[in-house]
């Protein structure tokens, strides 16, 4: 069976510092990635999405970026982080193959609070 | 970029209560998407729809996709307070890579 797993859960980081937040996927090859950003309570706000090893498509002007270094490993990143940065950030999989219709898995979620 | 409308966007009942929440856009979707979320989880999806008029039953809730594929709506019948939690509807583009998500309706359901 298909797994997905972000880590870290709970973070505190002060304005200015860095963040990587870090996702993987088990049990399927080649899987489109995904990361959300959520505010309390409110709809998701697709960040980045990935088709392949490499392959980004960012969707909103921000300090943040993605990678993908591996197959099933997706990276959210940051420089600098801004108070804005905070949040609920969801990492995402959908099965290739299966656009349109296919279900989106979402791991746990890494709260992000910046000071 | 697809705009999704959820309407209303807060919503508290009492147990067995009906109760009906709204996707809307300007755009045709190629499909549609509700999903339910819990407090810190992430969403879990109920249903997809594909089919202009498509009509579908998940014990107490049913799902619609307008003639048009440009509006879904979602009722709940005899509400429980196990329904509590962020209702979010998505749309997929015709790229078929991309999937936006509504606002959400977030719903109470008191005992």
């Known amino acids: 069976s298909q797994t997905i797993h972000q880590w870290p859960a709970t973070l505190v980081q002060p304005v200015g510092s860095p963040l990587s937040l870090e996702c993987t996927v088990e049990?399927?090859?080649?899987?489109?990635l995904y990361w959300y950003r959520q505010a309390a309570g409110r709809g998701l706000q697709l960040l980045f999405y990935?088709?392949?090893?490499?392959?980004i498509s960012s969707e909103v002007p921000q300090n943040l970026s993605a990678s993908r270094p591996q197959d099933r490993q997706f990276i959210l990143s940051s420089k600098k982080l801004l108070l804005s940065d905070s949040g609920f950030y969801l990492c995402?999989?959908?099965?290739?193959?299966?656009?349109?219709?296919?279900?989106?898995?979402f791991g746990e979620g890494s709260r992000l609070t910046v000071l | 970029t697809q705009l999704l409308e959820q309407s209303p966007q807060f919503l508290s009942i009492q147990e067995g209560e009906n109760l009906t929440v709204y996707c809307n856009s300007s755009?045709?979707?190629?499909?549609l998407q509700w999903y339910r979320q819990e407090p810190g989880e992430g969403p879990v999806l109920l249903v997809t729809?594909?089919?202009?008029?498509e009509v579908k039953k998940l014990k107490r809730l049913t799902f619609q996709f307008g003639d048009a594929r440009k509006d879904s709506s979602l009722h709940i019948t005899a509400a429980q307070p196990g329904d509590t939690g962020l209702y979010l509807c998505a749309a997929e583009e015709t790229s078929g890579s991309r999937l936006t998500f509504g606002e959400g309706t977030q719903l109470t359901v008191n005992p």
């Open positions: 729809v594909v089919t202009g008029g």
């Open positions: 755009s045709v979707f190629s499909s």
């Open positions: 995402a999989w959908r099965k290739s193959g299966q656009a349109l219709t296919g279900e989106l898995f």
């Open positions: 049990g399927t090859s080649n899987p489109n």
């Open positions: 990935s088709v392949g090893i490499g392959q």
